[in-house]
């Protein structure tokens, strides 16, 4: 009879565990709702062709240093201090090289998220950068 009991108390303690979960993963849907804010300001940003320009070189600069310490950091993985110092002058360039354009940070930011919400802005940056990286370069 007490195994019984504790058999029926593990039921209802699991239940109860099972319906609390579906009742989360039915509020989860509702969460999603708060950051929209953000997703719906995107679409506004006028971008003009200058700024697609000076994004696109922040980009490719981004990008080229990104792989540039992604490299060093795999060098200096059984270095826990070394390769936290690299990926704080990794951050710092980047955002330096970002700068370098002419766009502050929450510009580029702004413009990046633009274009994650609006495919004429991504096609207009899409092809300054395949211009950009096939272009011979002056420099």
Not at 7 to 15: D, E, G
Not at 63 to 92: F, G, I, M, V
């Amino acid at each position: 009879m007490k195994t019984v009991k504790q058999s029926l108390l593990s039921i209802v303690i699991a239940t109860g565990l099972a319906s609390t979960g579906v009742y989360a993963a039915e509020q989860k849907p509702q969460a999603p709702t708060a950051p929209a804010m953000p997703e719906q300001a995107a679409p506004a940003i006028n971008v003009s062709d200058e700024q697609v320009g000076d994004f696109v070189a922040a980009y490719v600069a981004v990008q080229t240093l990104n792989q540039e310490y992604a490299t060093k950091l795999q060098a200096t993985s059984d270095n826990p201090e070394k390769s936290q110092q690299l990926q704080k002058e990794a951050q710092s360039d980047m955002q330096a090289a970002i700068t370098e354009t002419g766009l502050s940070l929450d510009e580029y930011k702004k413009i990046a998220l633009a274009a994650n919400d609006n495919e004429q802005l991504r096609q207009r940056i899409s092809s300054a950068i395949n211009e950009s990286t096939t272009a011979p370069s002056d420099s």
